[in-house]
């Protein structure tokens, strides 16, 4: 039975959250941190038309106090351990109206920080009676690069108004888009033709994948996830439902195989000291001069071997961007095919891709061949275990 991968970056993922106690995680991991950093953020959204001491006005206003804020840093400003795109969230406290603050750990070198308010939905006021249910968004977070000891401050209403991403936005989700493809990877087939053994790899279906669907909006911080799973024939189908109002255009759905822990079917070939063997025939040095003559050793043979080798399947997430046609008129993505690949956990140690082992053989020198007068030498050298580097290359192991 397949498990799902949880290793260390998902572990990592797992510590990054919104909370005191992620937060105060930092007290054991901080590196060169010798100080705090203050940022405070005005953020605006326009709701339309509204009256100001009774006249008609339409212009910036500051965002509900429902609104939270996320400050995000790149985990290995705080950790040396940690590899990899992993991040640390802090929530900014609101201290005026519109108006949030967050003090970040930093040092003397700059740590990157992005600030960016939750979407919510608000009235937009066609008139001043006539509003319009809708959803507001800041399509680009605003960008700090902090150090220790000092303060920063963005309250320009040009790079912290929400904008209106929809109109008519009500939550409901009904608009339906099927998904449906297949998910493959490449493994090893052991072909004999001739009495000869040949290793090649032969594309094969992935059954009982869990596949994850992400649905994304550009300017729409909302997501919607679904979850579907490959069958026999590796084939996987989903049928999504999209959020009303959303501009289709601007929308993305990314699909990804769930990597998940197995074991894979590893032929290789390996010699064979002690099996019975044709001698072959090569030039080795005779005596102690230079001249040349014929030599014989046993040569061994090599004999096809399986082995199974620990590791995981993993596939990287591919996108459908969509559009006002693809929704409406053809309403489905077929045939959008995942490739999964087999990783080892320990690719030093798997035959046929490792050093190799040495031995020793013995080898007879001749002058004449009919001379029955023979020389020996032992010589030792380094033997491969053997995999095509064909092979190697589909199954993406040539690089270890």
Not at 245 to 257: H, L
Request: glycine fraction near 6%; hydrophobic fraction near 35%.
């Amino acid at each position: 039975m397949k498990k799902t991968f949880f290793f260390a970056a998902m572990a990592a993922l797992a510590l990054v959250g919104c909370n005191d106690k992620t937060q105060s995680e930092l007290t054991d991991e901080m590196v060169g941190l010798s100080g705090e950093a203050k940022i405070e953020v005005s953020f605006y959204y326009n709701q339309g038309k509204h009256e100001v001491n009774g006249v008609a006005f339409e212009g910036n206003e500051y965002v509900p106090s429902t609104v939270e804020v996320i400050a995000t840093v790149d985990y290995s400003a705080y950790s040396n351990q940690t590899k990899g795109q992993v991040f640390k969230q802090f929530v900014a406290t609101r201290t005026g109206e519109g108006t949030y603050a967050l003090t970040i750990p930093a040092g003397e070198k700059k740590i990157a920080v992005d600030v960016q308010p939750k979407g919510f939905a608000a009235k937009y006021w066609n008139t001043l009676t006539e509003s319009v249910d809708a959803y507001y968004s800041l399509a680009t977070p605003v960008h700090f690069d902090v150090l220790a000891g000092n303060s920063y401050v963005q309250k320009d209403p040009k790079e912290t108004t929400m904008a209106k991403t929809s109109e008519a936005l009500n939550n409901e989700a009904t608009v339906e888009f099927t998904v449906s493809g297949k998910v493959t990877a490449q493994v090893e087939e052991l072909e004999e033709k001739d009495e000869v053994k040949i290793l090649k790899t032969k594309e094969a279906e992935m059954s009982n994948v869990d596949i994850e669907l992400e649905i994304s909006n550009k300017n729409d911080d909302r997501k919607l996830t679904y979850n579907a799973k490959t069958g026999n024939d590796g084939r996987y189908e989903a049928t999504v439902k999209l959020f009303n109002g959303w501009d289709f255009a601007d929308v993305t759905i990314s699909v990804k195989p769930v990597a998940y822990t197995a074991k894979f079917t590893h032929n290789y070939e390996e010699l064979n000291q002690s099996a019975t063997a044709a001698l072959k025939y090569t030039d080795v040095k005779w005596g102690d001069d230079d001249t040349k003559g014929w030599g014989s050793y046993p040569a061994g043979r090599y004999t096809w071997t399986k082995t199974d080798v620990e590791g995981y399947w993993q596939g990287e997430a591919s996108d459908i961007t969509l559009s006002k046609e693809k929704v409406e008129l053809a309403k489905k993505e077929s045939d959008h095919n995942l490739t999964m690949t087999f990783v080892p956990l320990q690719p030093k140690k798997v035959p046929g891709i490792d050093e190799g082992e040495e031995f020793e053989y013995e080898a007879c020198a001749y002058k004449d061949r009919k001379d029955d007068n023979a020389k020996y030498t032992i010589y030792k050298v380094k033997q491969y275990n053997k995999t095509p580097a064909a092979v190697l290359a589909a199954l993406g192991w040539d690089k270890y």
